[in-house]
């Protein structure tokens, strides 16, 4: 195994005291031998010799606690099953957002999310309609350098505009006036990736609140900024209700439900130029009462 990134979880390196809340399957539990269990030996048994690479590093406080988030991407040939996906002995791309909880520098709490829909994709297993946008591998930001408290305040603005929606226009949350005209949105591979203000709109904006119109976000662990890097994540972020047909093509079924976000942006003259978005889509189509992890090993004949 090889890690190009400074999350403590990748090598195993915490102590008894030490939470780790997963997205589905992984879920939650205390300790080293927890991540082993859940996370590392998976992963080293279905992605011999897997890398760990960073793409994107935030340190900052938020409400007293110290935290570090990162995303990036495992790699490795997939070649035994993980969590019950079939390998495809060819090179996988697995996606992650992590945040850390720190205490005198040293991880006390992960919270941890895998885009498994772009591994079922991979797989040619997906089971749900065809994601509007493109499944990427997401690049890097293009530069770092910037104002944190600037880039954190343009983030909280932008934040704020969103819960202004009116239900019918979405010219009434005033993106246009946040973010730049051909910005770059990296979405989990079961909606995909979008570039401006029309393919954004029609690809995720638009079906998503379509799908979730009630829904409100902000309710965060973590918000913080290093130059122009921001990042936000809540367990959960988000808390809606699914009135709206056609979503990852699903129908209505007018159940609560909540959501595992995470967010990385990057900032540029005063404008959002990039975001990066996780989700933990199986947990929350397991609200909406689809099992994705079983949907694709049924048609993968498992």
């Not at 997401?138 to 969103?162: H, R």
Request: some cysteine.
């Amino acid at each position: 195994m090889q890690i190009g990134g400074a999350a403590a979880i990748w090598r195993g390196e915490v102590d008894s005291g030490h939470l780790l809340r997963g997205g589905d399957p992984i879920g939650e539990g205390d300790g080293p031998a927890f991540v082993q269990q859940a996370l590392l030996t998976p992963l080293a048994t279905a992605l011999p010799g897997y890398e760990v690479r960073t793409d994107l590093s935030v340190t900052g406080w938020f409400d007293g606690a110290e935290w570090r988030a990162t995303s990036g991407h495992v790699l490795g040939v997939w070649t035994a099953p993980l969590f019950g996906l079939p390998a495809t002995e060819r090179l996988a791309f697995l996606r992650f957002g992590c945040f850390e909880r720190l205490q005198d520098g040293n991880s006390v709490e992960t919270l941890l999310l895998l885009d498994l829909p772009s591994l079922i994709r991979q797989a040619g297993l997906w089971p749900l309609a065809d994601p509007p946008g493109p499944d990427l591998m997401a690049p890097p930001p293009l530069a770092v350098a910037g104002e944190p408290d600037e880039s954190l305040a343009l983030v909280e603005a932008m934040i704020a505009g969103l819960m202004r929606y009116d239900g019918r226009d979405l010219a009434s949350m005033g993106m246009r006036d946040f973010w730049t005209p051909h910005f770059s949105w990296f979405g989990p591979a079961a909606i995909g990736s979008f570039r401006g203000h029309a393919d954004y709109e029609r690809g995720h904006q638009r079906p998503f609140l379509t799908a979730f119109p009630d829904r409100v976000g902000g309710n965060h662990r973590a918000r913080i900024a290093e130059g122009a890097l921001v990042a936000s994540t809540g367990w959960p972020s988000i808390r809606a209700t699914h009135t709206g047909d056609g979503w990852l093509g699903l129908p209505s079924t007018g159940r609560p439900v909540t959501m595992r976000v995470m967010d990385f942006w990057r900032a540029d003259a005063g404008r959002l130029a990039e975001n990066w978005v996780m989700i933990d889509i199986p947990h929350l189509l397991t609200q909406l009462g689809v099992d994705l992890l079983a949907l694709a090993r049924a048609k993968g004949g498992r």
